[in-house]
């Protein structure tokens, strides 16, 4: 159907135009009577006026004209009042009697609203015999569709009266700027709901569709004004309000995965905060635990975590890598201990809750985060690393790990390993040089931390593989690390892609390359699962390496995206 503003006022095709609708409506029009009607309305008169006018407002509105003066009105009274002091003549008089017409008058008040931008009703001023003890009632009216209203109630443990207990932020109630915290709760839709339980209340909010009408007692505690929504949470753990016996109202909640980013709405409840996911276009909060409130219970559910230290890895127990792989270039150096350092027992600041978190994108004259690789023995991390070695020598490095052992002649300092004393060796784990050390065979190996600023001073991105329990202490704004976790496959992929794959034996203390076993494809799933679940919230980023192909070519693109893309690191990260 063609426009029907033409975009000249006074554009003569206009009556054609419309004229002619009816005609071009025909085709879809099934009965006489209705064209008839067509042919009626669009013949209308005050059809064609009101289309006039509409578009000589349009090309008024296109000018954006504004107001030369403010107070039209009172000019007018001014010049009413200063003529009548003058001799009349009868264009004064004509004058006089047009300003003094009501619709006139109208006219240059409506102007003056309008220049003022004042548009707010103007209230009766307050009687001043208001009685302090009278409650004064507010009704609200609230179209509820069927997104819920966003509003807790509770019962007032002295008083007995039905309040608001929260609003979530970005709710419907919270929208309506109407309903607060605080407010007592009268009536619901005629309802009185003094003797109600609260699950009663909301059972008949719930079955209440369109308009619901409140009766309230408004609080008369002044709101803080909000400042929230600035802050930025990793979810380190998973929830599900519905499975949450504590949460006062499940629908309310917000469940999220490890690993999400949360935007904290109001931290106003020192219990339940209020969050949405980052970037959801819903304004609606949903409600979480807080920091310290999941702390709590976790450490009261858990706490065989707190007073126990993370043992030191033993393979045949519990599958943990054996060695730390310093430098496969040596195959022999299969160091069988690993030491830890007394700091890296659990600790109670470990209860993974949340981590404040920020966007953080690398500029291209900044070092390369470190890249950190994690995964239970014979998972492939030394595969991946020496294809992404291979893939770019320039812009890929790894440590060179220091070692007590005498020097080969085949070898040379700094290149297969920099060789030192024991005792600076022991010195230096004494001054924590080291980000790990063990002992073989009476010598000392370890990756130090200078080892891996050596990597990043030439420019390049630095591939180091620990022990997960390490990481944390590598989480510095220096380093900002990035964490992968290489994860095997299922049993049964385990066992058709290792086929022809062999694993240097912790059972054979010559270190020695030999097939997989089926106990070894146990012992890497197991020694999987228990990283994952006591150190999954500090990985960025978990690749399965089924097809190494695959898995190689996920990497490299996590690879690419972390140079360019933005990604979140903690806070600290950026502002200590
Ligand atoms: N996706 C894969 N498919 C088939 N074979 C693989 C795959 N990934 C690794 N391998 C093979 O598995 C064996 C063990 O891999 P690799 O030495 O890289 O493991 P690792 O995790 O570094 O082990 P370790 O803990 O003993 O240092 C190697 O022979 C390697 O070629």
């Not at 548009?119 to 307050?126: A, R």
């Not at 009663?200 to 929230?228: M, V």
């Not at 993370?310 to 690993?338: C, E, H, I, Q, W």
Request: with cysteine; net charge neutral; hydrophobic share 35%.
């Amino acid at each position: 159907m063609p426009a029907l503003s033409t975009g000249s006022g006074s554009d003569p095709g206009l009556f054609e135009l419309l004229a002619a609708l009816p005609a071009q409506l025909q085709p879809h029009v099934d009965s006489q009577e209705d064209l008839t009607f067509l042919w009626d309305l669009f013949g209308e008169k005050n059809l064609h006026s009101l289309v006039k006018i509409h578009e000589k407002l349009h090309d008024y509105e296109k000018q954006s004209p504004v107001p030369i003066l403010q107070g039209a009105a009172a000019l007018a009274d001014d010049l009413a009042e200063e003529l009548q002091n003058r001799p009349l003549s009868s264009e004064t008089r004509e004058l006089l009697k047009l300003l003094s017409k009501p619709n006139v008058k109208a006219l240059l008040s409506a102007h003056d609203t309008v220049a003022q931008k004042s548009y707010d009703p103007v209230l009766p001023p307050m009687p001043d015999d208001i009685d302090d003890e009278e409650d004064s009632v507010k009704i609200i009216r609230l179209v509820k569709n069927r997104e819920p209203l966003g509003a807790t109630i509770k019962k007032d443990e002295q008083t007995g009266a039905i309040v608001v207990a929260r609003i979530m932020r970005g709710g419907a109630a919270d929208r309506s700027g109407l309903i607060h915290v605080g407010d007592e709760l009268r009536e619901v839709n005629g309802i009185p709901v003094e003797d109600k339980r609260p699950e009663e209340i909301i059972q008949i909010l719930a079955q209440s569709q369109g308009a619901i009408t409140f009766k309230i007692i408004p609080s008369i505690k002044e709101e803080t004004p909000a400042k929230e929504g600035k802050m930025f949470l990793k979810a380190l753990f998973d929830y599900d309000p519905y499975e949450d016996k504590a949460i006062p109202c499940k629908e309310a909640g917000l469940s999220f995965k490890r690993g999400e980013i949360l935007q904290i709405m109001s931290q106003d409840d020192a219990t339940w905060w209020q969050a949405k996911h980052e970037g959801d276009a819903n304004p609606r909060a949903g409600l979480i635990p807080s920091k310290h409130f999941q702390e709590r219970r976790l450490a009261l559910r858990r706490p065989e975590i707190l007073v126990q230290p993370l043992k030191v890895p033993n393979r045949k127990s519990s599958g943990f890598r054996r060695s730390f792989r310093l430098s496969r270039k040596d195959k022999k150096t299969n160091k069988s201990m690993y030491e830890c350092k007394k700091s890296d027992q659990y600790d109670t600041a470990d209860i993974p809750t949340y981590e404040e978190v920020t966007p953080y994108r690398r500029q291209t004259h900044e070092k390369y985060r470190l890249v950190v690789l994690v995964g239970p023995v014979g998972v492939g991390l030394n595969e991946l690393k020496r294809k992404l070695l291979i893939s770019d020598t320039q812009h890929y490095g790894v440590t060179v790990p220091h070692t007590t052992r005498p020097r080969r002649s085949q070898e040379s300092d700094g290149v297969e390993y920099i060789f030192i004393s024991k005792h600076l060796f022991e010195t230096d784990v004494q001054n924590n040089k080291f980000i790990e050390y063990g002992e073989y065979k009476n010598n000392y190996y370890g990756t130090s931390i200078d080892s891996v600023r050596s990597v990043l001073a030439k420019n390049k991105v630095c591939l180091l593989d620990v022990q997960p329990h390490t990481v944390k202490h590598l989480r510095t704004l220096e380093f900002k690390p990035y964490v992968i976790f290489i994860k095997p496959p299922s049993i049964e992929r385990l066992r058709e892609t290792r086929k022809n794959a062999k694993i240097i034996s912790s059972r054979d203390d010559q270190g020695a390359a030999k097939p997989f076993t089926e106990e070894d494809f146990r012992e890497m799933i197991k020694s999987a699962q228990i990283m994952e679940n006591q150190y999954g919230h500090l990985f960025d980023k978990i690749i399965v390496n089924d097809d190494l192909t695959v898995a190689f070519n996920e990497l490299k693109m996590t690879f690419d995206k972390l140079e360019t893309d933005t990604h979140w690191v903690p806070v600290s990260w950026l502002h200590s």
